[in-house]
């Protein structure tokens, strides 16, 4: 069981936007500003899309956007293109100095 | 551009000790802006992180598999290494390197990943 919460599966039509949650506890999501979201097609590695909760690398599309409230971080795709379909997960920095992942969510663009 | 590629056996038997080595290329281990760190998934299952050290040496584990792992560093050779003892079943997995900025916890650089197959 992952120390992250993330829904199993979403799904959205091309165009729409789609919200992924992260939920947590204070002593992670809730405690600091460092939440990551990642993006892994099948049989490849996984791709940082969002990092420090809201920012995004240098080439990720602006369609992607991250936010947190309280203990529950979101990772937001607009615009859903055939390509967004993939696995996601989020990581957030602990109190224990350390890293944890989500579960995963798969997203299906129908 | 930097890029990172994991090596090392594919096949290791039970209570054994997995030895994975990541070579860093287009750039340097030692800057003091970077972690490096490993990160694991079993098959058709989510990702875990296993452990991640600066240049200097200092290093941070995954509580769960702390007893078991040894994350170490070689700045002669650009490498960091992982080393996981008393393997099981349950330890088969890809396995993967990747960079993180110092003062930050994304890991935005990530090397292909390695199968390793815990198996007698």
């Known amino acids: 069981q992952s120390a992250l919460t993330q829904p199993a599966s979403v799904s959205g039509s091309p165009g729409q936007s789609i919200t992924i949650s992260c939920t947590g506890t204070s002593s992670d999501v809730g405690g600091y500003n460092y939440v990551s979201w990642y993006q892994q097609h099948p049989g490849k590695a996984p791709k940082l899309m969002i990092y420090?909760?809201?920012n995004r690398p240098s080439g990720v599309s602006n369609r992607f956007s991250g936010s947190k409230s309280g203990n529950t971080a979101s990772l937001t795709i607009s615009g859903l293109q055939a390509e967004d379909e993939a696995d996601y997960y989020c990581?957030?920095?602990?109190?224990?100095?350390?890293?944890?992942f989500g579960g995963g969510t798969r997203l299906t663009v129908l | 551009q930097l890029q990172l590629q994991e090596s090392g056996p594919g096949l290791v038997k039970p209570s054994e000790t997995l030895s994975l080595t990541c070579t860093v290329s287009g750039g340097s281990i030692s800057s003091s802006s970077y972690y490096w760190g490993w990160i694991r998934q079993p098959p058709g299952k989510g990702l875990e992180w296993i452990g991640s050290?600066?240049?200097?040496?200092?290093?941070y584990y995954n509580p769960s598999l702390k007893s078991r792992v040894t994350i170490s560093v070689d700045t002669s050779k650009n490498q960091f290494s992982l080393k996981l003892s008393s393997v099981i079943a349950a330890d088969t997995a890809v396995y993967y390197c990747a960079r993180r900025n110092w003062g930050s916890y994304g890991m935005d650089v990530w090397g292909q990943g390695t199968t390793v197959t815990v198996s007698s």
């Open positions: 990581s957030s920095y602990t109190t224990s100095s350390t890293l944890e």
């Open positions: 050290i600066y240049y200097s040496g200092s290093s």
């Open positions: 420090d909760v809201n």
